[in-house]
């Protein structure tokens, strides 16, 4: 198992800046308007990577078999390629601007500008991922069943992301464009009507795997207990899901403001209560599984009331002095 581990991992480690390429480049063709383009380049390059995969996984004519190696080149070959037409498309007449690869001088004010928001953004995403992990541990002093039943339902959380992510691209461009042309009404209005999309979006998403939690489940385990248990969280957690589109969408309307550190800080806050709360109601109250998916679903309340406390507190930026 680490020896196959091993023959992706370095290829697909290593070509990884393939990956960051195209969504780097993916990013400032979208702040010029178009958001066509890099979701088509995105979408076929993800295509691509399921198609050729299993061929130079398992071989097919004069192809060899590169076995776990070859899921690595499935990926990165693929976006490497779309990498190279989204740089042709920023070279070419048609762009708004023009990528140039020489004669740039570096300017240090430009990377404090994007690290602002981009350093915020991955402390972010580390704290998501965090909360998981923290709270699968949480919930194996339950037992294995619950572990793997909240492990299960939580899985569905990710499926969140990329839909939070997709109108969080807009959401960015949109708010940011219109705050830098100093429509600072509409800016607040795209980041209000975005807020709602996202979180009716996700609350559509909870509230089916809260009736049908069958349906997600099954994809996983047969396991009757498992099932239960997983049941379980859907159902206290799966309608409160609108909550955390809702706050994923103010975390993509704060970066269009260009301050993402307090929401960022919202998320952290809600790490620590659903994983405190956890913890306070196995151990004090004694409230079990359910007491430990309670106290997940007032996490996501209280990161969508900060998110929505801390867009109501932006301010227009002060003129500057004649």
């Known amino acids: 198992m680490l020896t196959a581990a091993l023959s992706y991992s370095s290829v697909a480690f290593s070509g990884a800046v393939s990956i960051w390429m195209l969504n780097l480049l993916g990013g400032a063709v979208r702040g010029t308007g178009n958001m066509a383009l890099?979701?088509?380049?995105?979408?076929?390059?993800?295509?691509?990577?399921?198609?050729?995969?299993p061929l130079l996984i398992f071989g097919w004519g004069p192809v060899p078999a590169l076995g776990p190696a070859g899921a690595g080149w499935g990926l990165t070959i693929p976006f490497g390629v779309g990498s190279l037409v989204l740089i042709a498309y920023l070279r070419s007449s048609r762009s708004l601007i023009t990528l140039r690869l020489t004669g740039v001088p570096l300017q240090w004010a430009l990377f404090a500008e994007i690290l602002k928001v981009g350093a915020p953004g991955l402390i972010n995403v580390v704290i998501t991922n965090m909360s998981v992990v923290l709270l699968t541990g949480v919930a194996g002093r339950?037992?294995?069943?619950v572990a793997i039943g909240y492990a299960m339902g939580a899985r569905l959380e990710y499926i969140l992301l990329p839909l939070g992510f997709g109108f969080g691209t807009a959401i960015v461009a949109m708010v940011g464009t219109n705050w830098g042309a100093k429509q600072y009404r509409r800016a607040r209005a795209i980041a209000w009507t975005g807020a709602v999309t996202v979180a009716?979006?996700?609350?559509?998403?909870?509230?089916?795997?809260?009736?049908?939690?069958?349906?997600?489940?099954?994809?996983?385990?047969?396991?009757?207990?498992?099932?239960r248990v997983g049941t379980r969280y859907l159902q206290i957690v799966g309608p409160v899901y609108g909550l955390y589109g809702f706050g994923l969408a103010l975390h993509s309307a704060m970066q269009g403001f260009g301050n993402v550190m307090l929401i960022v800080m919202a998320n952290g806050v809600r790490l620590l209560?659903?994983?405190?709360?956890?913890?306070?109601?196995?151990?004090?109250?004694?409230?079990?599984?359910?007491?430990?998916?309670?106290?997940?679903?007032?996490?996501?309340f209280g990161?969508?009331?900060?998110?929505?406390?801390i867009m109501l507190g932006v301010r227009e930026p002060a003129a500057a002095p004649l």
């Open 38 to 53: 890099p979701s088509a380049v995105i979408a076929s390059s993800v295509l691509a990577h399921v198609l050729i995969s």
């Open 142 to 145: 339950l037992g294995k069943e």
């Open 200 to 227: 009716a979006t996700c609350a559509a998403v909870g509230l089916l795997a809260a009736f049908f939690p069958e349906v997600w489940l099954g994809l996983f385990s047969s396991d009757e207990e498992v099932i």
């Open 273 to 300: 209560a659903s994983t405190g709360g956890a913890l306070l109601a196995i151990y004090w109250l004694d409230l079990g599984a359910s007491g430990f998916f309670v106290a997940v679903a007032i996490g996501f």
């Open 303 to 309: 990161f969508a009331a900060m998110a929505g406390s």
